[in-house]
């Protein structure tokens, strides 16, 4: 079974440019997440998609953005680049919450997109 | 928000030595993950473990739930074991959204 999956590898922009991440999660799996990985913050979480839909997000401005698609793929975008958006951003899915099912499932990451803001 | 602590930051072993890694954490949870992270920053599930112990082949995960506490067991270190390992549990009660530790760096050493 493959699992999460994230591209580009690497991505180098300058100041002032957007930045567009993409990640497919592991096959049944609907809801996707991104977190930050910056240097001296440790991991934050910045979004949470599930069945199309932001159903949470993470203390970052407006700038950062994105959406899921109806095969559960996301999309991050960083508008308007700042030198401390550099930073290692993983994307992780789950499956999804149920009525009388789990109250928490398992988290599962992907190798990450490293972003370099020159 | 909850809070969680990893401890020691950093840790430095021979091949062979045994290690625990502890995780408190501010508030009850529901759930906690432990994660290792490769040298090229990949996350790898370890345990999925809200409470009681579980094993899998050189390393072991306890979390007592009621005291706020998860420890991580590798016995039998291999330089392959290096990395950062962190433990991550739900902001909230349901919530999806993980509150990471700030990891333990462990080297070993051949």
């Known amino acids: 079974e493959a699992g999460v999956t994230q591209s580009p590898t690497h991505l180098i922009k300058t100041r002032g440019q957007q930045a567009t991440l993409r990640c497919s999660p592991i096959?049944?799996?609907?809801?996707v997440y991104w977190y930050q990985q910056a240097l001296g913050l440790g991991l934050q979480f910045l979004l949470w998609?599930?069945?199309?839909?932001?159903?949470n997000r993470g203390n970052f401005p407006p700038r950062f953005s994105g959406r899921q698609f109806p095969n559960y793929s996301s999309e991050l975008n960083v508008n308007a680049l700042e030198l401390e958006d550099s930073a290692l951003y993983l994307c992780a899915s789950s499956l999804r919450l149920i009525a009388g099912g789990p109250r928490y499932n398992e988290q599962f990451f992907g190798p990450g997109t490293r972003l370099t803001v020159l | 928000g909850i809070q969680v602590e990893q401890s020691p930051p950093d840790l430095i072993l021979q091949e062979g030595a045994n290690s625990t890694l502890r995780c408190n954490f501010s508030d009850s949870v529901n759930n906690l993950q432990w994660f290792h992270q490769n040298p090229w920053g990949q996350l790898i599930n370890l345990f999925y473990?809200?409470?009681g112990t579980k094993q899998n082949g050189r390393l072991s995960a306890t979390t007592v739930a009621t005291e706020r506490y998860s420890l991580l067991y590798i016995s039998s270190s291999q330089t392959t074991d290096s990395g950062v390992y962190f433990c991550?549990?739900?902001?909230?009660?349901?919530?999806?959204?993980?509150?990471f530790g700030k990891g333990t760096k462990l080297t070993v050493n051949p």
């Open positions: 096959s049944g799996h609907t809801s």
């Open positions: 991550a549990v739900p902001q909230v009660s349901g919530s999806e959204k993980l509150v």
């Open positions: 998609y599930d069945e199309g839909e932001e159903r």
């Open positions: 473990i809200p409470s």
